[in-house]
């Protein structure tokens, strides 16, 4: 599993095509990647191992819980296989760009286990709006509030 981390500003080709810096380019051409509906409004991207993990901890949900339920229906059913062309590109669905709300000028960053897709728009947003909170943001997930 690749260790992601890391922000770089990409442009989608007319194809939705998106070329990956070669710090996240863990798989080789013809390797799949796996995209999915992430928080925030980005995607989240996972290479082979890391989406066995994301799978097993969506399977380990409480299905008997409603919205556990919601949570893994939603997030399985955006799922989609991309492959690494010969170019260290992969093609972003059309209707999953559209549903994040995430145009051709994009940001990619680092999350350790996987990176994330934004628009650069609202990246710049959410860090205009989360960034500030660093510290407190560090010590409310220590304590689990």
Known sequence: MGIY?????????A???LLLPSRLLTVKEGDSLYVLRGFDGCLAVYDEEGFQKKVTELLSRDTLNPAARDYVRISASSVE???VDGHGR???PAELLSRRNIGFD???????????IWDTSAYENYLLNRGPQF???????????
Not at 106 to 116: M, P, Q, S
Request: cysteine-free.
């Open 5 to 13: 981390f890391g922000t770089y500003r990409r442009n989608l080709d």
């Open 15 to 17: 194809k939705r095509r």
């Open 81 to 83: 296989a991309l492959v």
């Open 90 to 92: 992969i093609g972003l």
């Open 106 to 116: 994009v940001t990619i960053i680092g999350a350790l286990d996987h990176f994330e």
């Open 135 to 145: 510290e407190e943001l560090a010590e409310r997930s220590r304590n689990h509030e």
